[in-house]
C-alpha cells in the first residue's frame, strides 16, 4: 500500500528539490556585494587606508621585536634597548589606534550596506505584482529580509576586512621569511598544497552545509508564520498536534543541518592549526640544526625568521573561522541577489502615460486571462461598464469575478484581448495614474498596526481629521466607529485584531472613500456586514456611487437589484447580461441564482 503523506509534508519535501549547481562562494556575488560600497566611498577609502595600515603595523611590531632581541639586547647595549622598546611602545600605541578607527568604520559600512540593501529589497518587493504574492510565502520573504541581510552585515563588517589584515599580514611576514633565509622560506612553502587541500574539501563540504542550513531556515520561519495566521483555523479542525509534529520534523531537519556544519567546523579549524604547529616544529628543527651549524649569526636570523613565522601562521585559524562567515555570507547574498533579479512578471511600459481625470468608462475587448497561462480563469470576456453605471458580477465560487476587478484594478495582465478605461488600454498607461483615481474594497479587509484614523487615512496621508470624518459620516457610520473605546483614536492592533469584521471592513470602506474615487471596485465588500449595517450603508453606497462607475462583486440580493448592469459568470465566461428585472424574466441562469439568494434567505 503507498504511504500516505500529510499535504504539508508533501509541500515542505517539494521545497527540497533545489537546483544542487549554485555555488554561494563565487567571486561575481563578493564584486556585486562590494558594489554597495560605492556610495559611502569616502568611508570605504579611510577603511581601506586603516586596514592597510593595520596589515603593515602587525608585521612591524614583530620585526622591531626580533631587531631589539638581535640588536641591542644580543650585544648587552642598554641604550639601544631603551630606545627600541620606547619605539615598540610607540608603535603599539599607534595599532590600537588605528584598529579603533578600522572597527568603527567597518560597523558603519556595514550598516550603510545593510540599509542600501534592505532598502532595494523592500522597494523591490513593493514593485512585484499579485502573482508573486500568491507563490511566495511570507515566511521566505522575512527570512530575507533579517536572517540573510544579517549574513551579509556581518561578512561586510566583519570577514572582508579582518580577512583583508589577516592575509596582509601573512604577506608581509612571507617577504619578510624570504628576506632573512629564503631556505627555511621553502618549508613554509611546502605548507601551501596542503592548506589548498583541506580548503577545497572543506569549501565543498560547507558550502551545502550552510546553503541546506539556510533552506532550512526558511522554511521554518515560514512555517511559523503561517500557523499564527491560521491559528483559527488549525484550533477549529483540532490540528494542533499534527502541526507540531510536521514543525517537529522541520526543526529536527534545521538542526541536522546545523550540526552537519558544526561537525566540519570541529574538524576544520582544529587540521589549520595542526597543520601550523607541524609547519613551526619543522622549522624550529631546521633553522636549530643550521644555528649549530653555521654559528650566531644564523642565530639571530633564525629568532628574526620565527617571529614572522608566528605571524605568518597566527592568522591561518582565525581565517579559517573567517572563510566559514564567509560562506554563510555568501549563501545569503546569493538568496538577496536572487530574489532582487526575479523580474516581476509584467510592469509598466517605459513609454507609459498618465491618465487624465477619468470619466470612469471600462471596457473589456475579448479578454481572456489566467494564473496559469495554460489554464485561462476567464474566457473571451466582452463588456461596457459606462461612467456612472454599477456593474454587479455574480457566479458561484471561481466563476473569475475577483479576477476582473484584479484586470480592471490592473493586479494583473490580460493574457490576450484589452482593459480600456476611458478608451486608455491599460498597458499604455502608468499604474500609479490608475490607482489614484480607484476606491478598492476588498473581501479580506486588511487593517496596518495604528489607530482607526490612521488607516482610513491610508490612501490619502495628507487629508484632515475632518475630512475623514466627513467620509465616515457619508457612510452613515460614524456613530459605530466612535462607539469604539476611544472612538477613531482606537488602536486597531495587527491586522484590525481589536475591531469586529464589520468594523473592519466599515474602515476599509471609508478608506476607499476618502479617494474620493472615479471607479469603485468592491470584491464582496458587505459580506462581513450585518444585515442592520448594511441596510444603513446600501443608502451611502448609492449616493457614493452616484458619477462613479463602480464594479461590485455581489455577495447579496440587495447589492445587485441596486446595480444598472448584472454580469453572470460561469467558469470564466459571461453567459447572461442584463439588469435584475430582466434576467429575472428570462428565467435563465441568474433565476436560477437567484432562487438559490432567497431560499438561504441572503438578501
Known amino acids: 500500500m503507498a504511504e500516505r503523506v500529510d499535504p504539508l509534508t508533501l509541500t515542505i519535501r517539494r521545497a527540497d528539490q533545489r537546483p544542487a549547481d549554485r555555488r554561494p562562494l563565487e ?29 603593515l603595523q602587525l608585521p612591524a611590531l614583530s620585526w622591531l621585536a626580533a631587531e631589539i632581541i638581535t640588536g641591542p639586547v644580543q650585544s648587552n647595549d642598554r641604550g639601544g634597548v631603551v630606545l627600541g622598546v620606547t619605539g615598540f611602545a610607540i608603535l603599539a600605541l599607534s595599532t590600537q589606534l588605528v584598529m579603533h578607527f578600522r572597527q568603527r568604520l567597518s560597523f558603519e ?12 529589497l523592500f ?66 612553502l611546502l605548507l601551501v598544497p596542503v592548506v589548498w587541500g583541506i580548503n577545497r574539501y572543506f569549501h565543498r563540504r560547507m558550502s551545502h552545509a550552510l546553503r541546506e542550513v539556510q533552506e ?49 567546523q570541529a574538524l576544520f579549524l582544529p587540521l589549520l592549526d595542526l597543520n601550523s604547529q607541524v609547519c613551526l616544529s619543522v622549522l624550529l628543527l631546521a633553522g636549530g640544526y643550521q644555528a649549530l651549524h653555521d654559528g650566531g649569526a644564523e642565530l639571530a636570523a633564525l629568532v628574526a625568521f620565527l617571529f614572522m613565522a608566528n605571524l605568518f601562521f597566527a592568522p591561518i585559524t582565525g581565517l579559517g573561522a573567517q572563510y566559514n ?37 471600462v471596457e473589456f475587448r475579448r479578454v481572456t486571462f489566467g494564473y496559469d497561462e495554460d489554464r485561462p480563469v476567464v474566457h473571451d470576456l466582452n463588456f461596457v461598464a459606462e461612467p456612472g453605471q454599477t456593474v454587479a458580477l455574480v457566479g458561484e465560487t471561481g466563476s473569475g469575478k475577483t479576477t476582473i476587478a484584479g484586470l480592471i484594478a490592473k493586479f494583473h495582465q490580460p493574457t490576450s484581448g484589452q482593459v480600456l478605461v476611458d478608451g486608455f488600454d491599460l498597458r499604455s498607461v502608468s499604474s500609479p495614474s490608475l ?26 496621508p495628507r487629508a484632515t481629521d475632518d475630512e475623514v470624518i466627513s467620509a465616515v459620516r457619508r457612510l452613515d457610520c460614524f456613530d459605530l ?81 441596486n446595480a444598472d448592469l448584472v454580469l453572470v459568470l460561469d467558469h470564466g465566461r459571461i453567459v447572461e447580461q442584463g439588469s435584475h428585472s430582466q434576467l429575472l424574466a428570462a428565467g435563465g441562469s441568474y433565476a436560477r441564482l437567484h432562487q438559490t439568494f432567497v431560499r438561504d434567505q441572503v438578501i
Open 481 to 561: 466607529l466612535a462607539r469604539l473605546p476611544h472612538g477613531l483614536e482606537t488602536i486597531v492592533g495587527e491586522r484590525g485584531a481589536k475591531l469586529s469584521l464589520g468594523q473592519r471592513q466599515l474602515v476599509c470602506f471609508a478608506r476607499a472613500l476618502l479617494v474620493d474615487p472615479r471607479i469603485l471596485i468592491l470584491d464582496e465588500a458587505t459580506s462581513s456586514i450585518d444585515l442592520l449595517t448594511e441596510a444603513r450603508l446600501q443608502t451611502a453606497l448609492v449616493a457614493l456611487a452616484a458619477g462613479r462607475t463602480s464594479i461590485i462583486v455581489a455577495h447579496r440580493l440587495s447589492t445587485i437589484r
Open 216 to 264: 532550512s531556515y526558511s522554511r521554518v520561519t515560514a512555517t511559523v508564520a503561517e500557523s499564527v495566521q491560521g491559528i483559527r483555523v488549525t484550533q477549529g479542525f483540532v490540528r494542533q498536534e499534527t502541526n507540531a509534529r510536521i514543525f517537529g520534523e522541520l526543526l529536527a531537519q534545521h538542526s541536522r543541518y546545523n550540526m552537519a556544519v558544526t561537525h566540519s
Open 123 to 188: 522597494t523591490h518587493l513593493q514593485r512585484q505584482p499579485m502573482s508573486f504574492y500568491h507563490r511566495t510565502k511570507l515566511g521566505w520573504i522575512i527570512s530575507r529580509m533579517t536572517s540573510d541581510v544579517e549574513n551579509v552585515r556581518i561578512g561586510v563588517q566583519e570577514v572582508l576586512f579582518v580577512g583583508i589584515v589577516q592575509a596582509g599580514q601573512m604577506l608581509v611576514a612571507a617577504c619578510c621569511m624570504l628576506w632573512y633565509d629564503a631556505r627555511l622560506f621553502s618549508v613554509v
Open 325 to 361: 562567515q564567509a560562506l554563510t555570507a555568501m549563501a545569503g547574498a546569493e538568496r538577496l541577489f536572487r530574489l532582487l533579479d526575479a523580474a516581476p512578471e509584467w510592469y509598466d511600459d517605459p513609454t507609459a502615460t498618465d491618465l487624465p481625470t477619468l470619466a470612469g468608462r
Open 27 to 55: 567571486m561575481r556575488l563578493i564584486i556585486r556585494l562590494f558594489g554597495y560600497t560605492r556610495p559611502h566611498a569616502t568611508m570605504r577609502n579611510w577603511l581601506l587606508l586603516m586596514v592597510v595600515l593595520r596589515s
Open 109 to 120: 559600512l556595514g550598516e550603510s550596506v545593510v540599509h542600501d540593501l534592505r532598502r532595494d
Open 435 to 460: 490607482h489614484g483615481q480607484l476606491g478598492v474594497v476588498w473581501q479580506q479587509n486588511f487593517l496596518f498596526s495604528g489607530t482607526v484614523l490612521e488607516n482610513i487615512r491610508f490612501g490619502r
